[in-house]
């Protein structure tokens, strides 16, 4: 199944369960995290299934951890091909970043990657392993990271670059990750705007193939990615630069902590909606 490049989707989370399958809102798919659903059985994998017949399913982990030293948990990888059997999702997507540190024990976090060859040769290795047993490419996502390493050998774009190419992925581009990134190394939120769009255009052609918007905290002195709020004005004035860059690509809304009615998240849809068909427009005009 392949998505319209102007599919815009919403993540699923729990407390929308119900709502969403009363009111089958018109959304071009829903987004779900793999990992609350590798249980062989349950209420939740009831409900998913439910979901599956209404709507295209977008399964995005937080667990793979791609980047560990340390390797893949076997176990972890069997679920998930289990899961994507079960469901047959539109996409598979995980993180650029490691989780795992000997012997096995799991981060629980996001933890960004050095950006240089050693760990790129690890990820490839990591992501074909995956793509392999799940008979599928993966989506890879670009993270908010608060430390980086000295190690840095390569600027963030072309290692994705070279992490698709390599590996056959594509790349799930967090728009609000730029933002966040951009802004804890000190940059204004409109220059951070600025070098989210200078990151996107360095990105090689057709790799991007599906698109994060969501909500961050700015508290001051950090800016931490919670995905609690509406999708900020100068990250629309991105996502906007973006699709002008790529051309329409399917996008999801995201909203994970202080969850509000679903109709807040889904005038989010209507407004990323609202860009695709206004560039649309100005493309036959």
Same mark, same amino acid.
């Given at each position: 199944m392949h998505l319209d490049p102007s599919a815009v989707g919403l993540g699923w989370r729990?407390?929308?369960y119900g709502s969403l399958l009363a009111q089958r809102p018109d959304v071009g798919f829903v987004e779900v995290h793999s990992e609350n659903f590798f249980a062989a059985g349950g209420a939740s994998l009831a409900v998913l299934e439910q979901g599956r017949? +209404?709507?295209p399913v977008s399964l995005h982990g937080v667990g793979l951890g791609l980047g560990s030293a340390a390797g893949l948990d076997a176990w972890h990888v069997e679920r998930l091909a289990e899961? $994507? =059997? !079960?469901?047959?999702p539109v996409r598979v997507s995980d993180h650029a970043c490691f989780a795992r540190v000997p012997p096995g024990t799991h981060a629980s976090d996001l933890l960004p990657v050095p950006f240089n060859e050693d760990c790129l040769r690890l990820m490839v290795a990591h992501v074909q392993h995956v793509q #392999? !047993?799940?008979?599928r490419p993966l989506l890879i996502e670009n993270i908010s990271a608060y $430390? =980086?390493? #000295? +190690?840095d050998a390569m600027a963030e774009p072309e290692f994705f670059n070279q992490l698709c190419r390599r590996s056959g992925c594509r790349l799930l581009l967090d728009l609000n990750n730029l933002i966040v990134n951009a802004r804890n190394r000190g940059h204004s939120l409109g220059e951070a705007g600025v070098a989210a769009q200078a990151w996107v255009a360095s990105l090689r052609p057709g790799i991007v193939e599906e698109i994060h918007l969501a909500g961050h905290c700015d508290l001051g002195d950090i800016v931490i990615d919670d995905h609690g709020s509406q999708v900020c004005q100068a990250l629309w004035a991105v996502y906007e630069a973006t699709l002008r860059h790529l051309g329409p690509v399917p996008t999801l809304i995201e909203w994970d902590t202080d969850v509000p009615d679903l109709a807040v998240l889904l005038d989010e849809v209507t407004r990323a909606r609202q860009v695709h068909e206004r560039l649309a427009c100005e493309a036959t005009t």
């Open positions: 729990q407390p929308h017949q +209404s709507y899961l $994507v =059997a !079960r469901i047959e #392999d !047993r799940l008979k $430390v =980086a390493w #000295d +190690s």
